[in-house]
């Protein structure tokens, strides 16, 4: 599993990113896939996740009903979609793949991690 994340960029409250994490390896994913955020001097928090095939999906209080995940297998891929964004959504995110089909916010299963993507949220 190699992981890239992408999307990531500056804009203003109230604003959408889109963030993808490509899975570069030949194989296609079996792997649940999560979002965590790191923002500068605090520690890396759980943001999202989805199971392999997309049917369970689960999200952070602080960020659901306004940040949707999901996968493309067909892409390897999967998206992070975020809107109405808020200052306190700025941070470094990465995307990060489990050895389980679908892992939630345990973040000591997850394996394999992406180089991550910084938003930054403008107030």
């Known amino acids: 599993v190699q992981l890239q994340a992408s999307g990531g960029g500056s804009v203003q409250a109230g604003g959408s990113l889109r963030l993808s994490c490509a899975n570069s390896?030949?194989?296609?994913?079996?792997?649940?896939i999560g979002w965590f955020r790191q923002a500068p001097g605090k520690e890396r928090e759980f943001v999202a996740a989805?199971?392999?095939?997309?049917?369970?999906?689960s999200y952070s209080a602080s960020v659901k009903g306004r940040f949707t995940i999901s996968r493309d297998r067909s892409k390897n891929t999967v998206y992070l979609q975020m809107d109405s964004l808020k200052f306190e959504d700025t941070a470094v995110y990465y995307c990060?793949?489990?050895?389980?089909?679908?892992?939630?916010?345990?973040?000591?299963?997850?394996?394999?991690w992406g180089q991550g993507t910084q938003v930054t949220v403008s107030s």
């Open positions: 990060a793949a489990s050895r389980f089909a679908y892992a939630g916010e345990s973040i000591s299963t997850y394996n394999y």
């Open positions: 390896s030949r194989t296609s994913s079996n792997n649940g």
């Open positions: 989805i199971s392999w095939n997309g049917a369970s999906t």
